[in-house]
């Protein structure tokens, strides 16, 4: 209010002092001008002064609030320390009923703890138990699985052994009967040699009318240019014919040696059942005197059967 009466104040005189100079003459204007300026400073001077009375004035309202407050909250204060002295004893009694009440929920509660870990313990108890009877059991099933296998391994093993004292037996029964089988054999094998060698004695020659003469040497070219006896071809066509089946050597444990022209081999090797009696059949040429076809495994042998000398050999005849 005081302000703004003083700035009102402060604009009319300078407006009367602006009027003032612009009537009076330049050196009156001069001193109005001056007079104009010390007139605003002392009004600005006033004005903050009497801003300042008001800032202290305000200052000293904010402390006359502050000490009221300060008396009303003390005042408060001593009542509620009045209340607070009057429910004193209720609050005793509340906090011993309280701590009592705690004390016996603390009581059942370290109570039912105790039950929990008896039960538990029990319970642990029971399930050692459990497990030791069933520990028990297994190992006694393994103990009765280890004599069962054991009796097993046993029993295997003697049939093993039993097995193979009888196949000691066989095979050595089978040995000699095969021994005395061949003995029976080569002893009719040479009577047949025998008697073959003086029935070939008397046809291995021929008489031309004059004289008897001996058979010649068995030629093995000239027979292959004659295409009567073209065997390849003929088998191409005929395979079935030159599958013979499983060849079983004289000997035991004997196995296949390539045999060429020249070559002797043991009597056994061509017996009468090893002889190709019809060699018509299979493309060959007939033979004569001492000489016969014989199969060797898949070759086929042309045999002088009183020296055992190979006198003609095809590799890889049969299938």
Known sequence: MNLTKLMKGTALSALAAAMAITALPAPAEAQSRERGERG???????GDRSEARQQRAARERMRQMDAREF???RSER???QVDRGDNRADIRRARTESRRGEAQRAERAAAQRRQAE????????????????RDAQRAQ???EARRDASARQNAYRSERRRDAREDRQLRQERYHAERRRDARQERRYRQDVQRSVRQDA??????????WHSYNRWDQRRWRDNHRYDWQRYRLGNRSIFRLGR?????RDYRYRRLSIGAR??????GSRYWINDPGRYRLPAVYGPYRWVRYYDDVLLVDIYSGEVVDVIHDFFW
């Open 40 to 46: 605003e400073r002392a009004q600005r001077d006033r």
């Open 71 to 73: 008396r009303n909250v």
């Open 78 to 80: 001593r009542s509620v």
């Open 118 to 133: 008896r039960q538990e313990r029990s319970e642990q108890r029971q399930r050692v138990q459990r497990d030791a009877a």
């Open 141 to 143: 099933q393994r103990r």
């Open 202 to 211: 008397r046809r291995a020659r021929y008489y031309d009318g004059r004289r």
């Open 247 to 251: 060849y079983y050597a004289p000997y």
């Open 265 to 270: 081999i043991g009597n056994l090797f061509f």
